[in-house]
Nanobody, 124 residues
Framework: QVQLVESGGGLVQAGGSLRLSCAASGRTFSSYAMGWFRQAPGKEREFVAAISGSGVRTAYADSVKGRFTASRDNAENTVYLQMNSLKPEDTAVYYC?????????????????WGQGTQVTVSS
């Protein structure tokens, strides 16, 4: 069982930066690939980024490539999402998710554990 708690969301102006954190419980954090997803009002939840258990491999949605960076600290059981050059269309609730097995994937249903979400609002 993995419990995930996100933090770091907030209100930022367009062009600004935020770093989201996701703290995970458990002793086998490196066995889990981690993902970031987001859901904007009135829209379906969508994939943002993922990182393998070792942290070597990452994957990003086209809409955030070059602006967002996923990283992890397995010693601290924490995964991060550094978000730069934020745009109003990045406004959403951001969710952290864990998938047992360290292979990177963007497929939502493969992630069995989810955090409660953190709100990111980007003003124009």
């Amino acid at each position: 069982q993995v419990q995930l708690v996100e933090s770091g969301g907030g209100l930022v102006q367009a062009g600004g930066s935020l770093r989201l954190s996701c703290a995970a419980s458990g002793r086998t954090f490196s066995s889990y690939a981690m993902g970031w997803f987001r859901q904007a009002p009135g829209k379906e939840r969508e994939f943002v980024a993922a990182i393998s258990g070792s942290g070597v491999r990452t994957a990003y949605a086209d809409s955030v490539k070059g602006r967002f960076t996923a990283s992890r600290d397995n010693a601290e059981n924490t995964v991060y999402l550094q978000m730069n050059s934020l745009k109003p269309e990045d406004t959403a609730v951001y969710y952290c998710a864990a998938k047992f097995g360290g292979v990177v994937t963007s497929t939502e249903y493969e992630f069995g554990y989810w955090g409660q979400g953190t709100q990111v609002t980007v003003s124009s």
